[in-house]
């Protein structure tokens, strides 16, 4: 949560075993909305001239789907 009260969220984009992309964004509409998060992606360890770019993602569904081989997703609220 941030100081005014909107929900914060962070997460990690694993590659090859390591994190590699780091994600920040603001719950649209608040704790408990459904309308998604904002943000922006960036490489972890930010670098002012490194690559970066919107990001947007929603929940699609309560149940829990086992992911493909390779690809981990580490999210943090």
């Given at each position: 949560?941030?100081?005014?009260?909107?929900?914060?969220?962070?997460?990690?984009?694993?590659?090859?075993?390591e994190e590699r992309w780091?994600?920040?964004?603001?719950?649209?509409?608040?704790?408990?909305?459904?309308r998604g998060v904002m943000?922006?992606?960036?490489?972890?360890?930010?670098?002012t001239h490194g690559p970066?770019?919107?990001?947007?993602?929603?929940?699609?569904?309560?149940?829990?789907?086992?992911?493909?081989?390779?690809?981990?997703?580490?999210?943090?609220?």
């Amino acid at each position: 949560m941030t100081p005014h009260g909107e929900v914060r969220w962070t997460t990690y984009s694993v590659f090859q075993g390591e994190e590699r992309w780091k994600s920040e964004g603001i719950q649209v509409g608040g704790p408990g909305a459904a309308r998604g998060v904002m943000g922006n992606w960036f490489e972890k360890d930010y670098d002012t001239h490194g690559p970066a770019g919107p990001t947007a993602f929603w929940k699609v569904s309560s149940v829990c789907l086992s992911l493909r081989d390779g690809f981990q997703g580490i999210a943090r609220p």
